[in-house]
Structure formats: C-alpha cells, structure tokens
C-alpha cells in the first residue's frame, strides 16, 4: 500500500473513494445521532430535512462537475434519461442494498454477542430510523401535519420495504386501516432454507408504531398478528392502524 494518497494505484485510488463515501454517510448517520441525543429526537428529524435539501443540492452540483453530468432541477440527467426499466431495477437494488446492511449488522452483532443483544439493538435502531424515514416521506409527498389514515396509506407505499416486499393495504373503516406483509424478502428467503420465521415481532411493533406516529401523532399501531406469532399462509406479518375521533 503506498505511503500516501498520491501514491495509490487505480484500484487503491477507486477503494479509497468508496472508503471516503462510507465515511461520507456514517458521519452524516452519527450527526443526526448526536442532535437526536442532545437535543431531543423532534429537533433532530425537523434538521433532518433542511440538512438533506441543503447538502443535496451541493452535492449534486460539485458531482456533477467532476464527473461532466448535467442537472435538470437539481436531478442527474443520466438518470431523468434512464428507461422506466432500469430505473426501477436501480430502486430495487437500492432497497435491497439497505436490507443487506441491516442484515450484516445484526448478524456481525449477533455473531459477537449473541441473539438478545442484536435483537435490542435492531429495535433501538427501528425506534430511530423508523419515524426519520416516515417524516422524509411525508416531505417527500408533501403531506399535511396530521395527514389521518389517508395520508398514512400513502407513506406506507413510499417506504423502502415497499419496493421489496408485496403489502396490501386496505381499510376496515373510515377510522381503521390494515396493513398484510403478503411477502417479506426475509422471511421467504428463510422459508426457502427450511429455516422458521425470524421473531421480528418485537422490531415491527417499535417499527410500525413510530412511523404512524411520526404520519400523525393521532394514530395508534396494533400487531394483528407477527412471528413468532402463527400466521396464514397469505401473509406474515399484520398491522391494524387506528385513529380516534377528533375531540
């Protein structure tokens, strides 16, 4: 390995750039972390936001200089004249990559110290990500405050589950929705090994209950049914959202 950057060959050069992205996002990671932490987990997803627009926006416009890409509205033009197909293979491979990070830290975690402790951490973890990725959707969309179940159904399609798994989403009554997770990458990727259901009931409840919450503070989360919980073969997971009568 060479004495300093200058010195790197092109593949230690290209290994150093992607060890640069990492750092790139465990740093931006650990500052929400850090704000969450000291100034309240509202404060920090309210930052959130107005940090990513911000960030993003420089970002884009010094990549797209050294790499000699246009911009269209703040977007990559290879991308805006990517075909339908490829652009929604790239979403799905985005959303898998995500699920492979999550997966290789618990496994790292569960290697080391055992099951309960990579069970604890994945929910700490869910409690954090969860309402952080449901106020980015709610950006995104460009929901209300308190969008009700209405707005919920929709969030619940933008997620990055939604890109990997088969849901329905339907709704019992104008003040009850359900969500079926008819298929989870994880779970059918265990089934096919012969392996049983990963509990993951105790993730889902601290998952689901923060995003709804995070949609409208009005909503309130109820496991239907989660391994190791029995479940029929239709689904695997179930979600009962409800919202009470405004006062």
Known sequence: MAENIEGLDKKEH???????????????????????????????????IDVVERSSAIHMKRLSKTLGFALDDGLPTPLLEMDDQTLTAL?????????????????SLEFTRGMNDAKRSND????????????????FLGLEERPGLEGLK????????????????????????????QDCRVQSARKRKGLDDYPCKSGGLTEYTTFAEAIDPAIQTECIGCPPDKHPDEWYCAWRFTINEPE
């Open 14 to 48: 290209v290994r150093f750039i992607m060890d640069l992205i990492q750092r790139l996002i465990i740093h931006h990671g650990l500052w929400f972390a850090e704000v969450s932490h000291q100034h309240g987990h509202e404060k920090a997803r309210q930052l959130f």
């Open 91 to 107: 979403r799905e491979t985005i959303a898998k990559n995500w699920l492979v990070n999550d997966g290789v830290w618990f496994q």
């Open 124 to 139: 700490s973890c869910w409690a954090q990500f969860s309402p952080v990725e449901a106020v980015s959707i709610k950006h």
């Open 154 to 181: 929709r969030a619940l399609e933008f997620r990055l589950y939604s890109c990997i798994n088969i849901q329905r989403i339907e709704f019992e009554n104008e003040r009850s929705l359900v969500l079926y997770m």
